[in-house]
């Protein structure tokens, strides 16, 4: 049986308001694993500096818990304001991202500080950074760089200090090559970049996670807390976890569902057999390009 968490590998998760049970995000993050271990060390040396941070990390992995641990990590005593740029209106964007003046437009009957104004003196989280329109980057590294916005309609810049966290699932500098994202901005973030390993690459966390969500499923549903079985452990750490923590927590949660007796056996976890893991796989690279199979092998060997 695995067990939580012990004191000095601390167990991240959302506060009890941020939660909610449609969000597709990762609920909670470890640092048991070496690597995981590694990056907490990284966090720790990078957050009191102050620069921009850009963690890249595949879905589901966990990166606005890693953007809130940075935050208090800094002991910045502003806000934590987080923002998905794929929710940024491509008309309205400069006004949320920087505010407005009263008068500003149509409507705007009083001045709004915007995202940046809501951030200052604290952090301010751009989730899939990627995502947001070109024409906004370059304004916002102009921002960042120079530490002072000019709110839609005002006369004069309004002085800044503002962390920016980005993220980002996409390999910026391919966007970048292709034309759709600043070269600037990605340098400028590329320079505090931290990279959070997708949970395949960091087994040591498979188990501490699973219990924790474990416990959290028993709690909400009145359930005594069964044992997870030797052979589902098993399971649990051989498994890819396309779908990474999101992924554990609803197969954990699915297994606590199902199953009859004191323990959770494999069957109960509903995970797909080593054989059509591995068929899934060959499909997966017959679709890469010879440069993507050529990458990965060196990747691999590496």
């Known amino acids: 049986m695995s067990h ?47 620069q921009a941070l850009l963690i890249f990390g595949e879905i589901g992995t966990g990166k606005e818990l890693l953007a809130r641990h940075v935050h208090r ?16 209106s491509p008309t309205w ?25 809501s951030a200052n003196g604290g952090t301010l989280y751009l989730d899939e950074i ?14 960042l760089e120079n530490r002072e916005v000019l709110r839609l309609g005002a006369h004069q810049p309004t002085p800044v200090d503002v962390r920016l966290v980005a993220a980002t699932s996409i390999d910026l500098a391919q966007a970048v090559a292709a034309g759709k994202f600043n070269e600037r901005l990605y340098l400028y973030l590329n320079e505090g970049r931290l990279d959070l390993p997708a949970l395949r690459d960091r087994p040591g966390d498979i188990l501490p996670l699973a219990e924790y969500f474990l416990g959290l499923y028993t709690q909400r549903l009145g359930l005594e807390i069964p044992q997870i079985s030797d052979d589902a452990q098993q399971v649990l750490e051989l498994y890819a976890w396309p779908g990474n923590t999101r992924e554990l927590e609803n197969v954990i949660h699915f297994a606590l569902l199902v199953s009859s007796g004191e323990e959770i056996l494999p069957e109960h976890l509903n995970l797909p057999s080593a054989a059509a893991q ?3 796989i060959e499909r997966q690279l017959l679709l890469l390009s010879a440069q993507q199979r050529e990458q990965l092998r060196q990747r691999l060997a590496s």
Do not use: M
């Open 4 to 50: 939580p968490p012990q004191p000095g590998q601390p167990l991240l998760t959302f506060p009890e308001a941020d939660k909610s049970p449609l969000s597709i995000r990762a609920k909670a993050l470890v640092f048991v694993d070496a690597r995981s271990r590694q990056l907490r060390q990284q966090v720790q040396e990078l957050a009191p500096a102050g």
């Open 73 to 88: 990590e800094s002991e910045r005593g502003g806000l934590f304001v987080a923002v998905n740029c794929g929710a940024i």
């Open 93 to 117: 964007g400069e006004a949320e991202l920087f505010g407005h003046a009263a008068g500003a437009y149509a409507g705007a009957a009083s001045s709004r500080a915007g995202w940046f104004g």
């Open 130 to 143: 990627g995502d947001l329109p070109l024409s906004l980057q370059g304004k916002l590294l102009a921002a």
């Open 278 to 280: 591995l068929a899934l």
